[in-house]
């Protein structure tokens, strides 16, 4: 959840994400049936009614140390909100996605901020985006599913599942990890109780630890324009 990292992604519950944990992923083991498994994978994602979210966030980088309280609110089929402040009130970030759109105030860095996909994934939310191009799906020998999407600038998605639930997503560019989200996925709840997102290249690390978990109304449209 490119400013490829994104801290208010961060949300979710984000947020963070997701850290897709880089040990060995196994022996694949083949036959897959990738309709079948794709659109499994897409009914699961969490939020199918309007959501607010409560979370911690911490971001680390090597010269900055921050930390607050965040607010995400989610509406279906495909708009979030992320808001972050500080332990005294003060705003530090606004996004806001629309489907596979990123929108921030004019004057916003962009880099502590995901691409869609990896601010998405965050969530808990599975969505490569348009124009990607399914490259494979493997089932591990240790009971995960990898699915593996070539995005339009050539960069590879790369995205782990367990249970049919999202647990981790690997941006790579040229074969290199460049971005991870991981999601601690420890219990049943709809969301991840937690979310890793780290930029390898810049060591930004963002950690998203989610609260308190509402349904809501319908939220007013213009909080999709920050």
Sequence with gaps: MTGKLCSAAVIPVVLTTLACAGGSLGSPIPAVDVDQVVSRIERANPFPTPTRVVF??????????????????????????LDLFLGNGESVLVAALVNDELRVPEGTSLQVVPSPPLLWASLGVFRPGRGVVLLGAEQMDDDRLRLRYRLPDGDELHYEMEGGRLTGVELRDDGSAMHRVA??????????????????????????TVGAVERVDAYPLD????
């Design 183 to 208: 999601l601690d996925r420890a219990g049943q709840e709809e969301l991840p109780s937690e979310a890793n997102y780290r930029n390898l290249a810049s060591f930004r690390e963002l950690k998203i």
């Design 223 to 226: 909080i999709w324009y920050p």
């Design 56 to 81: 911690e966030w911490s971001i680390r980088e090597p010269n900055l140390r921050l930390d607050g309280l965040g607010v995400a609110r989610l509406e279906p089929p495909a708009r979030a909100r």
